[in-house]
């Protein structure tokens, strides 16, 4: 079970704001939310991850709403070379198991 | 640092053969993980590692095996390749597994069964 709900694809301007929502609502207390992006069939990336406060670091930014049962990946200047696939996982222990669900896939249109 | 590296890139094989699907990480990570990502879907967990001589089962385990003997390298084997097994692998590591380790990802190989 992914434990994630994402949109299967969204659009998004060039240098505008790009916002990707995800649902966990089963997530647990001490779960964290990780986003990952996969481009070309690459190797997913890490982007950014966070537990119940609103995290930012040079890549974007991950909002989580207080509850923790939704968040918002915020791509702030979308550029073409954000075009891929997100994913929003929730890690699963023990292993540090990651369950990827479909995601969704972001196309930046010039 | 390399950090994970996948060989080969690519393989075509026949229904019935065997093949190992290798991953090396430099990173000294003590977790390990394979995955198989078929065709417009997300990525599903075969096996993983915690350490060397340590391994466990994930999500879709079956028609492959693995085996962890050094810290460095954890390779999958395929013994009797089947169409249904027509995937990307991708390998990953990560230094633990506590709720803030991110895992970090090989290039991937792209394995057709015929």
């Known amino acids: 079970d992914a434990k994630t709900t994402q949109p299967p694809s969204m659009d998004c301007a060039e240098g505008r704001a790009a916002n990707l929502p995800c649902n966990h609502s089963t997530i647990s207390g001490n779960e964290y939310v990780y986003w990952y992006r996969q481009i070309h069939s690459q190797g997913p990336q890490y982007i950014i991850h966070g537990l119940k406060n609103n995290e930012t670091n040079e890549m974007a930014s991950l909002i989580i709403t207080e509850d923790r049962k939704s968040s918002t990946l915020i791509l702030p200047h979308a550029t073409l070379r954000d075009t891929a696939v997100y994913y929003c996982i929730v890690r699963v222990a023990p292993g540090n198991q990651f369950y990827f669900g479909t995601g969704t896939s972001l196309t930046v249109i010039p | 640092n390399a950090g994970v590296t996948q060989t080969p890139k690519f393989r075509i094989l026949k229904i019935g053969q065997s093949m190992t699907l290798q991953c090396t990480q430099d990173m000294n990570h003590n977790y390990m993980y394979w995955y198989r990502q078929d065709p417009g879907m997300g990525l599903k967990l075969i096996y993983y590692?915690?350490?060397?001589?340590?391994?466990d089962k994930g999500e879709v385990p079956n028609g492959y095996n693995v085996s962890r003997s050094t810290t460095e390298d954890f390779p999958l084997r395929l013994e009797l390749a089947a169409p249904s097994q027509t995937s990307v692998y991708f390998c990953a590591s990560s230094y633990g597994s506590a709720l803030t380790d991110t895992q970090y990802f090989g290039p991937g190989t792209r394995l057709t069964v015929l």
């Open positions: 590692s915690v350490g060397a001589g340590i391994t």
